[in-house]
């Protein structure tokens, strides 16, 4: 399984930016994708995230800023992340949880992306 996430940068308080990740690989199915980010000398936390049964979850502080969506047919989630604003600035980790039928449940990471806030 690989995860190819995209979409990081630099940007002004106030922007925009969107991730996107896709999964590719062999697995039966995917029960959660999501998005989490870490900045130096902190845990790493999660962003948001949507399970297959459509539910979705967000950390308090992104709540009515961010947007997470998933793209069933081609296996993606996307962070649509409005109103920046630089304590969002981190290394941004997108993640899934899939199954596979030979030796059961995952959780992987992707690659990061860095996103910056800055004026």
């Known amino acids: 399984v690989q995860l190819q996430a995209s979409g990081g940068g630099l940007v002004q308080p106030g922007g925009s930016l969107r991730l996107s990740c896709v999964v590719s690989?062999?697995?039966?199915?995917?029960?959660?994708m999501g998005w989490y980010r870490q900045v130096p000398g902190k845990q790493r936390e999660l962003v948001a995230a949507?399970?297959?049964?459509?539910?979705?979850q967000y950390e308090d502080s992104v709540k009515g800023r961010f947007t997470v969506s998933r793209d069933y047919a081609n296996n993606a989630v996307y962070l649509q992340m409005d109103s920046l604003q630089p304590e969002d600035t981190a290394v941004y980790y997108c993640?899934?949880?899939?199954?596979?039928?030979?030796?059961?449940?995952?959780?992987?990471w992707g690659q990061g992306t860095q996103v910056t806030v800055s004026s």
């Open positions: 949507a399970t297959t049964g459509g539910t979705l």
């Open positions: 690989g062999t697995f039966a199915s995917i029960n959660a």
């Open positions: 993640n899934v949880l899939y199954y596979s039928t030979d030796d059961g449940f995952h959780n992987y």
